[in-house]
């Protein structure tokens, strides 16, 4: 891929954006065990939902939900999780990272020193990922947000509205895809 396609890829990141195309992943890794990095973190988490990223056809990453028992969609950010996003396409981590920035954006007005401090804690976070790289975040709530790179850590960022609001690009109500929200909250589709 070369160009303005290659580029558009980058810009994807982390984040879901308009425009794009969110399905159920229900071919994509059936896996019903939590990756290894969570067996400890989620003791007994099962996978909530599943969702496949999708831009002009191309699958950009596949995500699943790991939850504790108890979990309640409604308050998810009340509650410990993972997601975990298995990557189709290469993408650079800078290009996450501030792709991810902008869909926080969506869930309020932050301070410039606020969102300074959450790019550069991302940069520190993510790396490059090639196809078949994974991603999974922790949310730990009132505590802040931890992230492996292929079941390594990569760090940690102690602010739980981080947290709250890193994980709500996928989840909250102010999700730029609504259908991939739904379908990583184990809502069926009509």
């Known amino acids: 891929m070369h160009g303005a396609a290659a580029g558009?890829?980058?810009?994807?990141?982390l984040a879901?954006?308009?425009?794009?195309?969110?399905?159920a992943a229900d071919t994509t890794d059936a896996s019903t065990t939590a990756p290894g990095e969570l067996l400890t973190e989620l003791p007994g988490a099962q996978a909530?939902?599943?969702?496949?990223?999708?831009?002009?056809?191309?699958?950009?990453?596949?995500?699943?939900?790991w939850v504790p028992a108890g979990f309640s969609p409604?308050?998810?950010a009340q509650h410990p999780f993972a997601l975990e996003l298995r990557y189709f396409r290469s993408l650079s981590g800078?290009?996450?990272?501030e792709r991810s920035l902008k869909e926080m954006r969506r869930q309020g007005p932050w301070s410039a020193a606020q969102e300074a401090g959450w790019l550069q804690a991302m940069l520190q976070?993510?790396?490059?990922?090639q196809a078949g790289d994974r991603i999974s975040g922790l949310h730990t709530p009132g505590v802040g947000a931890?992230?492996?790179?292929?079941?390594?850590?990569?760090?940690?960022?102690?602010?739980?509205?981080f947290s709250r609001v890193f994980f709500g690009i996928w989840l909250s109500?102010?999700?730029?895809?609504?259908?991939?929200?739904?379908?990583?909250?184990?809502h069926k589709s009509p």
């Open 173 to 186: 109500d102010a999700s730029s895809e609504p259908q991939m929200r739904a379908s990583l909250l184990g």
């Open 16 to 23: 879901p954006s308009k425009g794009f195309g969110a399905s």
């Open 146 to 161: 931890r992230f492996w790179f292929n079941g390594q850590p990569r760090g940690a960022v102690r602010d739980a509205d």
């Open 125 to 129: 976070a993510f790396v490059d990922v």
């Open 94 to 97: 800078r290009l996450i990272a």
């Open 74 to 76: 409604g308050a998810y």
């Open 8 to 13: 558009t890829l980058g810009a994807l990141g």
């Open 48 to 65: 909530l939902g599943a969702a496949t990223l999708r831009f002009l056809g191309m699958d950009i990453y596949a995500a699943r939900l």
